[in-house]
C-alpha cells in the first residue's frame, strides 16, 4: 500500500494551527461590518454566513489538511466529510463544492490523485453537493480538502453563541479518532483504527437532518481543537458555564487503551496547553483527560438544547441510525466561559 502518511509528521486536524495562534494572528485584523454578515469571525464558528434575501443565506467554509490514513481514497472520504460537516453545524445544506489540492506529483503516481478526488467527489454526492472546480498546486505532501458552500435559511442558522443555561448537550459521534490514528502508524489497536476510519467517513447530514425538528439552541461540530476546544468556544461566545460528565461521553472501541499507552497525538498537548478554562474532578483518569483534549477529524456535531427535548432528540437520532448519540452534559449560567468536567 502507498503510504501518504509518510509525507506528514502530524497529520490529520492535529497539523493545524492551534487556537492560541490563530486567536493571535485574526486579532489585529480590522472587523468587517455589514448587515448582511450574520456569522463571522466574532464566535469562531465552524462557517460564514451571509443573507442573500429574507429566504436564503449562503453558507461558506473551507477546510483541507494532511492524510491520517494510508488508503487514498479513504483519504479523500474523511477529507471531503470534514469540510461538508461545517455546512451541517450552521443548520444548512451543502450545494456546491470546489477541490483544494497539495500533491507531490513527482513522488507519487498521479493515479493516487485521482483515488483522493475519487472519495471526495463520492462523499460530496453523498451529501446532495456538486464539486464545480477546485484549484490544485505542487506540494512537498499530500494535502487535500473542500471549499463548500451551502444555504440556510436566515431564521433558522445555528451559531455557538446560542445556547442557554440549563440547555443540555449531545454529542452525535464517539471520541478518539486523533488517538486512534496516531495508533495505526504504529500499526497498533486494529480493530478502534477501523472504527475510527468508519465515524471519520460517516456524513453529519442524518443528524443535521434530524435536528430541523427540534429547538437546538446552539450547535458546532467537534475537530482539531478536540471537544473541550469546541465545548470552549461554545461557552465564550454563548457565555455560559459547561459541565460535562466524564462517565458518559462515547468512545472509539481501544481509544481508552490507546491513550493509556501514550499513544498522544501533539495536538492533544496543544489542546491541553491552551484551554486554561478547564478544570477536572481528581477522579477523572488521566486517558480520558488525553481524549477529551484529542484533536478529531470529521467528528460528531455538538447540539446545545432544552433539558426537555434533549432525551426525545436522542431517541430520535437513534432511530435514524445515529446510534453513537449520547447526552454528554450540561450548561449553567455561573461562571461564564468555563468547562468542568467531572
Known sequence: ????????????????????????????????????LLV???????????????????????DFFSPMVDDPYTFGQIAATN???????????????????????????????????????????EAG???????????????????????VHPTKVLTNAGAHPQDKLILTKSLGTGILTTAAKAELFSTGVAAAIQNMTTLNKTAAQVAQDFPIHACTDITGFGLLGHVSELVTASHVQAEIWSHSLPLLPEA???????????????????????????????NIRDICF?????????????????????TSLHSQGVTQAVIIGQLNASEAGTIHVN
Not at 258 to 271: D, E, K, V, W
Request: hydrophobic share 40%; net charge negative; charged share 15%.
Open 40 to 62: 463571522g469571525l466574532d464566535t469562531s464558528d465552524d462557517a460564514g454566513v451571509y443573507q442573500l434575501n429574507d429566504e436564503t443565506a449562503l453558507i461558506q467554509t473551507v
Open 129 to 151: 453537493a456538486l464539486i464545480v472546480g477546485g484549484h490544485t498546486v505542487e506540494n512537498g505532501d499530500p494535502k487535500y480538502g473542500l471549499s463548500v458552500t451551502g444555504i
Open 294 to 314: 484529542d484533536p478529531q477529524t470529521s467528528g460528531g456535531l455538538l447540539f446545545s438544547l432544552p433539558t426537555d427535548q434533549a432525551e426525545s432528540f436522542v
Open 256 to 286: 481508552a487503551e490507546a491513550a493509556s499507552m501514550g499513544l498522544i497525538p501533539t495536538g492533544a498537548y496543544n489542546n491541553r496547553h491552551y484551554l486554561t478554562n478547564v478544570t477536572f474532578e481528581p477522579s477523572v483518569p488521566e
Open 83 to 125: 469540510s461538508l460537516s461545517d455546512i451541517y453545524a450552521m443548520g444548512g445544506r451543502p450545494l456546491t463544492a470546489l477541490n483544494i489540492v497539495g500533491f507531490p506529483i513527482c513522488a507519487l503516481d498521479p493515479d493516487v490523485l485521482t483515488a483522493i478526488l475519487r472519495g471526495g467527489y463520492d462523499k460530496a454526492m
Open 1 to 36: 500500500m502507498i503510504k501518504l502518511t509518510k509525507f506528514t509528521k502530524n497529520g490529520g486536524c492535529a497539523g493545524k494551527l492551534g487556537p492560541e495562534i490563530l486567536a493571535q494572528v485574526l486579532r489585529p485584523l480590522p472587523k468587517q461590518k455589514s448587515a448582511n
